[in-house]
């Protein structure tokens, strides 16, 4: 097949919101303890508290925000367990996720110092499934004041004088779900009173206020928040959607020994999140036409059945090629809506579902996804070029997913090829870089090819040898399952 796009400048390009490459981390399995803080469990080497094997990897990724502390649990998270003396802290029981005993030695202090080693913004998820509006409130204000109030010198005497940036704060969690089990038209309602307690005392730096969106396809969700809540009232509503394979819960799917079939699947079933977006844009566009509502996917990827031999409720699955191509095709989608999509949310940053992170005990290593995030960085913030030319559909996906974009001079081509036969592309080239040098990488392999700790470095990215362009055409050879990432 003759695959052939254009590349064009655009004379007003969108741009690739950076948060777009968002993470999320919860009080689920392994992800918090001996995954971002090292616990008894291990001797890995420590910065502060955090495994430092884990803080340089995710240093090098760059990523720009972190979504804390759920999920779903949020809704059952009190703050005020998790500061002041470590040794005092209240000891709890995880009730969302395997009745865990939970230590809340990471808290507050903890997520906000991560987030500034990490030079990331904080996102936090508030508690209103078992959680009061006073609570809420409180916690913005322990977080954001520097007045003189009570709670502001509590900080202060937890170690912590000056008060952090908020840029983010989601107002419940999964409302229609373990979040409260609410109807759309009571937590609308709710979120009304809700949001107009939450007040920063940081005038400085707008504090985005998250409402509960869709699950999934749930279309009359979106149309019920867009007509109850006034666009100046919430500048974000979150969608989750997880790409199940079998399309039930009760039996997902294995994440290492999977058929082409359901490997195939599985993808058709990630690139759904184009209708959804599509979907609920359409929606939002009649209610808020200036777009001051963003669509925030704050928890996306794949979601598999545990590997044997641990925990049900840890949700500890591996990450191989497969997912790697899950989230080369589900970014690119991202990029396509940006003037909607301002922000979405990997779950999760470590040991559990997609991670980009798996530990055990004191070793460490880095997914296919963590290096699909590594490899495509660079359109964080980047101007979108255009592309001309229908690219053909093959089995319910295209046949190459491609976005290009621009940023300080520099040029990122980003291809994906995730079929599991080669692909020809031609790419005809702008006047502007018909004469460009690039070099390439590529990540590729085998669809169920993964990385263990006995061998870390299965799966990584290779150099990829550009060809020359002929009279502007760049012509390019996609290995099957493959993303192909070209920077000029």
Same mark, same amino acid.
């Given at each position: ?19 777009? +490459?968002?993470? @999320? ?44 502390? $759920? ?16 040794a ?22 903890? @997520? ?11 996102y ?11 609570? %809420? ?39 229609? $779900? ?7 038209? +009571?937590?609308a309602?709710? +979120? ?23 699950n ?21 509503l ?25 490997? %195939? ?12 977006l ?7 566009d ?17 979601? +598999? ?21 899950l ?6 989608? @991202? ?25 055990? $005990? ?70 502007s ?6 070099s ?12 263990? @700790? ?35």
């Open positions: 097949m003759n695959l052939t796009l254009q590349l064009k400048e655009s004379d007003r390009p969108k741009i690739i919101p950076a948060a777009q +490459y968002g993470h @999320f981390a919860e009080h689920l399995g392994r992800c918090i303890y001996d995954g971002i803080w090292a616990d008894e469990s291990t001797d890995a080497p420590t910065v502060e508290g955090y495994r430092k094997d884990v803080l340089e990897a995710l240093q090098a990724l760059q990523i720009p925000v972190l979504r804390w502390p $759920g999920g779903c649990f949020a809704d059952c998270y009190h703050w005020r367990d998790g500061i002041g003396d470590p005092k802290r209240p000891k709890t029981i995880n009730t969302v996720w395997g009745w865990a005993p939970e230590s809340n030695r990471f808290g507050t202090h903890e @997520f906000f110092r991560l987030c500034e080693l990490l030079g990331c913004a904080p936090l998820a508030g508690n209103m499934g078992s959680g009061t509006i006073r609570e %809420l409130a409180k916690w913005v204000e322990y977080v954001t004041s520097d007045k003189d109030t009570a709670i502001t010198e509590e900080r202060r005497q937890n170690g912590r004088h000056e008060p952090w940036k908020l840029p983010y704060l989601g107002i419940g969690n999964e409302a229609w $779900g373990g979040g409260g089990q609410m109807r759309v038209e +009571y937590y309602h709710q +979120y009304r009173q809700w949001q107009g307690f939450a007040k920063s005392y940081d005038f400085s730096t707008p504090m985005w206020k998250i409402a509960c969106g869709p999934a396809n749930d279309y009359a969700w979106t149309e019920h928040m867009m007509q109850a809540v006034d666009p100046w009232m919430m500048q974000g979150a969608l989750h959607y997880y790409t199940v394979p079998s399309g039930r819960w009760e039996k997902k799917g294995d994440s290492l020994m999977f058929t082409d079939a359901e490997y %195939l699947q599985t993808l058709q079933k990630a690139y759904f999140m184009e209708e959804l599509t979907k609920h844009s359409e929606i939002m009649r209610y808020d036409p200036e777009r001051q509502v963003a669509l925030i996917v704050d928890e996306w990827g794949s979601w +598999y059945d545990v590997m044997e031999g641990t925990k049900d409720a840890f949700l500890y699955q591996q990450n191989t090629m497969r997912d790697a191509m989230a080369a095709l589900t970014l690119h989608i @991202f990029h396509r809506h940006t003037e909607r999509v301002k922000m979405a949310n990997l779950a999760q940053t470590v040991n559990v579902l997609q991670a980009l992170i798996l530990t055990e $005990g004191n070793r460490m290593l880095c997914t296919p996804t963590y290096h699909v995030f590594a490899m495509m960085q660079g359109h964080q913030d980047a101007a979108l070029l255009e592309l001309d030319g229908e690219m053909p559909m093959q089995d319910g996906l295209p046949a190459v997913s491609v976005i290009a974009s621009q940023k300080d001079g520099s040029t990122l081509i980003s291809l994906c090829n995730p079929h599991l036969q080669e692909q020809m592309l031609s790419l005809q080239l702008p006047e870089l018909r004469n460009i040098r690039c390439g990488k590529i990540l590729t392999g085998d669809c169920r090819a993964h990385n263990t @700790f006995e061998q870390p470095d299965q799966v990584v990215p290779q150099p990829y040898a550009v060809p020359q362009p002929q009279d502007g055409v760049l012509t390019l050879t996609l290995p099957a399952c493959s993303l192909v990432t070209l920077q000029g």
